[in-house]
């Protein structure tokens, strides 16, 4: 990969480079950053790796920068609520250097310290570490984005609570370093999908006690019966977050609904609900469960 000026010193001229897009041995990355097509074919199943070449089309025209942000997050292979818009690279360059939007070439860049321990290498790039990128990212995005990338590290071991406080710790006074923090206490490696993550913020942001995650509850033969997404062990209620591919197996389903009956039947409350109703009616959910609540604090123990 190179720029037009890169590939002129390599000893390719703009006519040979022109040839070569046309025969398909070069493809265009973006504007005056060019890539073989082996890397090109390459990145083609990897979102990480097709990022990756973004970046370093970024940083060749840019002259320089390390991923972070969300960029940082996609190289990194964390989950994101909200991803980079297509063809755009978030970059992190020093204090002094113009931050900002530039619209053309795609690149968003915030000007900031990065002491070295905060910087790794992926793909041959410079990527800011997975517990920094949290920081940036809980920083300057919603809490519940925030939440998301946070367990999502934590859940995959690429960083911990601990490795969020040392960077928190250096980023004192920074704009949006509060709500960072509130992220880091609240983030769970227990959530196991974006999901459980956002569902997660919905019933904080709703009053609701904090349940318990992947919790096994077994019935009155001490027999494991299910492990479930959230557990509210003072009302003996289970939420169950359902994924859009969950029922698509007939016999899934089948099992899913025996296995409620055996939690039922062990004196469990189970409340079901999808993503569309967390996010377009989060108030019945939430209704939902108060009325499970209110009914597993009168069943006997």
């Known amino acids: 990969m190179g720029t037009v000026s890169a590939w002129r010193n390599a000893g390719i001229s703009r006519s040979d480079l022109s040839r070569l897009v046309a025969a398909g041995d070069l493809v265009k990355i973006r504007y005056g ?5 082996a890397e090109v074919t390459a990145a083609a199943a990897d979102p990480a790796r097709a990022h990756a070449l973004l970046v370093a089309g970024a940083t060749e025209r840019a002259g320089g920068g390390v991923a972070s942000h969300q960029s940082a997050a996609v190289l990194h292979g964390l989950s994101l609520l909200t991803k980079p818009p297509d063809g755009t690279v978030i970059l992190t360059v020093p204090p002094g250097r113009r931050p900002g939007s530039y619209g053309r070439a ?103 006690p904090r349940p318990e995650l992947q919790v096994l509850l077994s019935g009155g033969d001490g027999g494991v019966i299910a492990r479930a997404d959230f557990y509210w062990a003072r009302y003996r ?4 977050s359902d994924g859009l591919l ?12 025996k296995r409620d009956r055996l939690l ?22 939430i209704a939902r469960l108060r009325t499970a609540f209110a009914r597993g604090s009168h069943r006997p123990q």
């Open 237 to 240: 209620v289970v939420g169950e």
């Open 264 to 285: 039922r039947d062990a004196g469990f409350e189970v409340v079901h609900f999808t993503w569309q109703e967390l996010f377009g009616q989060p108030e019945r959910v």
């Open 33 to 37: 950053v060019y890539a073989t097509a």
């Open 246 to 257: 969950k029922y698509k197996d007939s016999g899934a389903a089948i099992a899913e609904l």
């Open 106 to 208: 795609r690149v968003i860049r915030h000007s900031a310290e990065l002491p070295g321990k905060q910087v790794t290498e992926l793909f041959g790039l410079a990527v800011t570490t997975a517990g920094r990128t949290v920081v940036d990212i809980a920083r300057t995005s919603s809490f519940m984005e925030g939440v998301v990338v946070a367990d999502s590290a934590i859940h995959h071991l690429q960083t911990s609570k601990a490795g969020l406080a040392a960077v928190l710790s250096s980023c004192s006074g920074w704009p949006g370093v509060g709500r960072a923090r509130a992220v880091a206490d609240f983030a769970s490696g227990l959530a196991e999908s974006v999901f459980e993550s956002c569902a997660r913020v919905v019933f904080h942001e709703h009053g609701l």
